[in-house]
Every structure is written in C-alpha cells, then in structure tokens.
C-alpha cells in the first residue's frame, strides 16, 4: 500500500485563528478497506507537538521528552556537543526513561547551540506496547528555527511495526512509513476568507489525479526501489 498527497496548508491569527489543509493532488495504490491499514493510519497521520507534555498514539499518553515534567520520567545524557542537524551545531542528548515499568519514549535530542530550540527529536517505544497487533513505533522530527520566536517543522518521519494476526515476532506483519516534508513558506501574505470555507469533500479521485511528471517535479524527495516496487506490481 502507498499513498503520496501534496497539501497547500493555510492559517492566520487574526482576526480570529484559523487554519486550512487543502489537498491539491493525492496518489493511491494498494489495498485500502483494511481496518488495521484505518487504524494505522489514523496514527500515522496524527500531527505531533514535541513541547505537549503528552504525546498521544493509539490512544496512549506518553510523556514527551521535552515536556514541563520531562525531568521527573527521563534521564538526559550529553553524548556529544559537536553534531550537525542540516547545517545547524547541536548538542546531541541521549534520554530514557528513569523506570522500566513507565510508559515513556527513548531517543535522542538534537538542541541548537545557538538558541537552545529542539533541532531534531527521535521518539521511539522502549518495549511492546499493549495495544492489539502494534510491536513498536519510531518517530524523527526536524524543525527549522528561524529566528527565537519561529519554530518549523520541516520534516516528520514516523514508522510502525504492526502483526496482522497476533503480537508474536514470528507472525506475519507489515512495516508502515510516513514521511512528511513542509518547505515554501510564505508569511505576511493576505489570505481571502473563502479559503477556509472550501469543503475538501467536493474534491473527488479525478481532480487530485495527476501524471507522473507532476509527482516528479513536486516531490521534495525520491521514492525508495520499494516504493516504486508498489506501484510497478499494482
């Protein structure tokens, strides 16, 4: 199963908040009336704030490792203070939960020497989690940090280690990906009103439909061999 969408995202402050994702182009292959393919990606598409003090996935409160209570679920360790997250010095910090029995996450946190904002967070689960055919989670975000007040996504990766029929290693089950890429911003710039009023459900399969030179050119990354396998089989 492979899904690509290009989405133009539109929000503002005032005078009210509001905020807009418009699907411009969408390309499906694969199997899809699945109900663990609808629970996996319900998640897989769930927007992730680092500095919540709760992550939430599969309907599962973990505690983020940069939250307020961070210091009371995680020990930090300082690895190294020379790393290089996309042209940005950082210090690398290893975290992990203090007890084996808390539901917490492990990675590594990339901070910016310069103004100490999260760089790059890597999320991922310390045991099984209890949750029906889910084994494991991993999660890298990547920010853009333009000045002390901006903080941009700019690049989301998440994967998930499912079972099709039960939770044991030896059974069937499938590896699902998502990668996200957010570039071309533009601020200051007036945005009319109807925007936000526009219904995504008028918009069906042949008006996202697009050839293959307009995937070429609008990708900000190239697919896998596997990838391109998914579309050349199906």
């Known amino acids: 199963f492979l899904n690509e969408a290009f989405y133009k995202n539109y929000g503002k402050n005032t005078p009210t908040q509001q905020q807009k994702k418009d699907l411009i182009a969408q390309k499906t292959s694969g199997f899809q009336n699945n109900e663990i393919i609808a629970l996996t990606a319900k998640n897989l598409y769930k927007e992730i704030n680092i500095y919540d003090n709760t992550i939430n996935f599969f309907n599962i409160g973990f505690q983020s490792p940069v939250s307020t209570d961070g210091f009371s679920t995680y020990t930090y360790s300082l690895l190294d203070s020379s790393s290089t997250v996309n042209g940005e010095e950082c210090y690398r910090i290893q975290y992990e939960p203090k007890r084996k029995d808390v539901l917490a996450f492990q990675g590594y946190l990339y901070i910016s020497k310069n103004s100490f904002a999260v760089v790059k967070v890597t999320i991922r689960n310390t045991h099984k989690m209890n949750v029906n055919f889910v084994n494991g989670l991993y999660t890298e975000l990547e920010f853009n940090n333009p000045d002390e007040e901006t903080f941009l996504p700019s690049r989301t990766y998440t994967e998930f ?56 050119e609008i990708r900000t990354d190239s697919l896998s061999k596997s990838e391109e396998g998914v579309y050349e089989m199906l």
């Open 161 to 216: 280690d499912l079972s099709l029929l039960n939770k044991n290693r030896e059974a069937k089950g499938i590896i699902a990906k998502r990668t996200v890429s957010y570039t071309n911003y533009d601020f200051d710039q007036p945005i009319e009103d109807r925007i936000f009023k526009n219904n995504e459900e008028d918009k069906d399969s042949e008006n996202l439909a697009k050839n293959q030179q307009y995937w070429d």
